[in-house]
Antibody
Framework: GQLVESGGGLVQPGGSLRLSCAAS????????MHWVRQVTGKGLEWVSA???????YYAGSVKGRFTTSRENAKNSLYLQMTSLRVGDTAVYYC??????????????WGQGTMVTVSS | QSVLTQPPSVSGAPGQRVTISCTGS?????????IHWYQQVLGTAPKLLIYGNNNRPSGVPDRFSGSKSGTSASLAISGLQFEDEADYYC???????????FGGGTKLTVL
């Protein structure tokens, strides 16, 4: 399987950006999908998840500002980011969760897309 | 401050064995949620190394092993090789936060 993110770029504080993730090589609708971000030189931070039924979950740092969604017919995952802050600057990874347990590991990662929030 | 605590760095000589600890609490590891480990080589995306506490995905050498006890978990790497030099992260689910959590990461240096 493969995941390919797109949509990153430079945006001003307070602005919006929509990331997309195209999945291939597996049955997209069978998996819970996540977004994970990483500030350059820092650790990994879980951002959000969307379940197979479309249920969504968010980290406290982005709740109310970011919206995750999926479109199974297009094998696509999205992250709508609003009210962006300088602290949201990071590489954003699209990630698939494996299904051996209710909170499985992230077994497929995209290459990441860079989001820079700066004036 | 990460919910899961890892040492910032560990090191070892080629052929040696090293362990990386991951300490959590009663709302994550101690609650029985699985621990997963990732390896991230500089400039690349993370790679799943261990899932479900002690399972290796296809292609991961058996030099890598995981364990879990109480509110802590460990990743062991035996027969260290220069190619093992990378950052390693543990990850689980936290019921208090209702979300996934990562450790702060551990940089492994092969001397």
């Amino acid at each position: 399987g493969q995941l390919v993110e797109s949509g990153g770029g430079l945006v001003q504080p307070g602005g919006s950006l929509r990331l997309s993730c195209a999945a291939s090589g597996f049955t997209f609708s069978d998996y819970e999908m996540h977004w994970v971000r990483q500030v350059t030189g820092k650790g990994l931070e879980w951002v959000s998840a969307v379940g197979r039924a479309g249920d969504t979950y968010y980290a406290g740092s982005v709740k109310g500002r970011f919206t995750t969604s999926r479109e199974n017919a297009k094998n696509s995952l999205y992250l709508q980011m609003t009210s962006l802050r300088v602290g949201d600057t990071a590489v954003y990874y699209c990630v698939r969760e494996e299904t051996t347990s209710s909170a499985g590991g992230f077994d497929i990662w995209g290459q990441g897309t860079m989001v820079t929030v700066s004036s | 401050q990460s919910v899961l605590t890892q040492p910032p760095s560990v090191s070892g000589a080629p052929g040696q064995r090293v362990t990386i600890s991951c300490t959590g609490s009663s709302s994550n590891i101690g609650a029985g949620y699985d621990i997963h480990w990732y390896q991230q080589v500089l400039g690349t995306a993370p790679k799943l190394l261990i899932y479900g506490n002690n399972n290796r995905p296809s292609g991961v050498p058996d030099r890598f092993s995981g364990s879990k006890s109480g509110t802590s978990a460990s990743l062991a790497i035996s027969g260290l090789q220069f190619e093992d030099e990378a950052d390693y992260y543990c990850q689980s689910y936290d019921s208090s936060l209702s979300g996934r959590v990562f450790g702060g990461g551990t940089k492994l240096t092969v001397l």
